[in-house]
């Protein structure tokens, strides 16, 4: 009778199949098989000694002002598919080896050869740009932000123009986990890419969609001149998709609707002067499911309608469950908008705000949806009056804070004894309301310095640092060539 082996894992199999499989493996998957075993990597070492060259070459993509970087990548993945699996990190900055065009913005740049590409790599792209599903000619739309004399796509790609090529190449790269992308106003093909993405996950979400990996997304504008439109289905309905940050962004709610059962994984939100109205920010919100950091930095001059009592009241509406981190630097005024009090935060261990975001000032009140007593109507500060005493640590945060970062404005009516009072309460609270309390700041770097040190000494005694709460930037700066 013949004694027939089973294979019962897989050390047992032939080394031939263990590098088959390691050759059609995804490079990730690759590596991890070699290292099951030292007869598997010695099988398995050319077939990893070569994912780790392209790996080196491929993993990050960073665009050079001495380089045709997209073209030169659309190239390679065109020849060798397998080559856009590497790819793992996009950093598209202001630094390009391009120039303007008053037709087709920016376009190949001449310095290092021809501003048009070969004839055979533009029947190339052609053919690439008419089969992604991305790409369709759009109708006109109203807000949407490109010239009129600037939207054929073939006619783009003919005379050199960056933006297609970029929204070509990307959705290629299926293992791509971080996106960084610096727009100098020619981005329309790009956004609209992104937008078709998202589009094609809310009408049929499936594997074989691009930016399955796609953890993190940085969009910002280099000059400040223009403004990136950036659609909600985009930022939304990525399923890997934890942080997005953005600088000088639009968010259009392109006909988005506000959810009934969250389903964005988003962790982190980071936008620096962008253009975020109340309604637009409760769509946004509503859509993601645990929300840790919000971040809006806008001290320069914003078209924004949406100031900071107003992104708290919609921030506890949807998630005052999840959100730890809160950072709020704005030089608006708050105008007739009502008090809502961090203390609607269950899990808040980070806070930086405005003085005046926090306390009542004249005929304001404090929104009954915060669900606080009676005796907060006598937290009111008046001109006449010392603006301390409307600050009621035990009042206004949760037990939960650890860090909190008061700014004061240069116009602010509140003294050096001011500052001192309210940073006294504070210590002072670290007994009963404000247990986990480690770090606390108020700008008095210019007031008394003896008087400063000895409040850090007691604030040492109590465990507690006086420092400031640092801003995460949204982008890098970069020289322009």
Known sequence: MTTIKTMTSFSDFPAELKLYISEISEPRDSFS???????????????????????????????????????????????KP????????????????????????????????????????????????????FLRQPPRRKGWYFRADGDDL?????????????????????????LLYVSRGDDFWFMYALM???????????????????????????????????????ILRLPALEWFKGSMIIVDKDDFQRAQTPTSNLKRLIFTNSNLDSETLGLLLSNIKNLKIFQYDYRAESETSCNAREMIAVLQRYCSHSLERLLLISE???????????????????LRCNFRDLVLR?????????????????????????????????????????????????????????????LDRLLASKKDALPNLEQVYVDVAHESAE???????????RRIQFEPVQLEKTTRRHTPR
């Open 362 to 422: 004249g005929d304001e009140h404090i929104d009954e949806g915060d669900n606080v007593a009676d005796e907060q109507s006598d937290f009111k500060a008046e001109k006449d009056v010392d603006s301390s005493l409307a600050f009621d640590p035990n009042i206004f945060f949760p037990p939960s804070l650890e860090h909190l970062h008061i700014d004061v404005h240069d116009n602010s009516t509140l003294s050096k004894t001011d500052k001192f009072n309210m």
């Open 196 to 234: 078709q993405v998202g589009e094609a996950y809310k009408n049929n979400p499936s594997s074989d969609l691009p930016f399955q990996n796609l953890k993190g997304v940085t969009i910002s504008e280099y000059a400040g001149l223009y403004c990136v439109d950036c659609k909600l289905s985009f």
């Open 33 to 79: 098989l070699a290292f099951t075993s030292k007869h598997t990597w010695q099988v398995c070492e050319s077939i990893i000694r070569n994912h780790k060259v392209l790996h080196d070459k491929y993993g990050v993509i960073c665009t050079d002002g001495a380089k045709h970087t997209f073209w030169d990548l659309l190239n390679d993945v065109l020849e």
């Open 82 to 133: 397998h080559v856009a699996n590497y790819v793992i990190k996009v950093q598209i900055s202001s630094t390009r080896c391009t120039m303007y065009h008053p037709d087709n913005g920016y376009t190949r740049h001449a310095a290092i050869g021809f501003m048009e590409s070969p004839p055979e790599d533009i029947l190339q792209y052609l053919d690439a740009a008419q089969r992604s599903p």
């Open 332 to 350: 608006d005024e708050p105008g007739s908008h009502p008090v809502h009090l961090p203390s609607g935060f269950k899990c808040l261990k980070t």
């Open 451 to 461: 008087q400063l040190a000895v409040f850090k000494a007691k604030a040492a005694e």
């Open 154 to 178: 073939n006619r783009q790609i003919i005379e050199g123009a960056e933006s297609p090529i970029i929204a070509i190449v990307l959705p290629l790269l299926r293992n791509l986990r971080e």
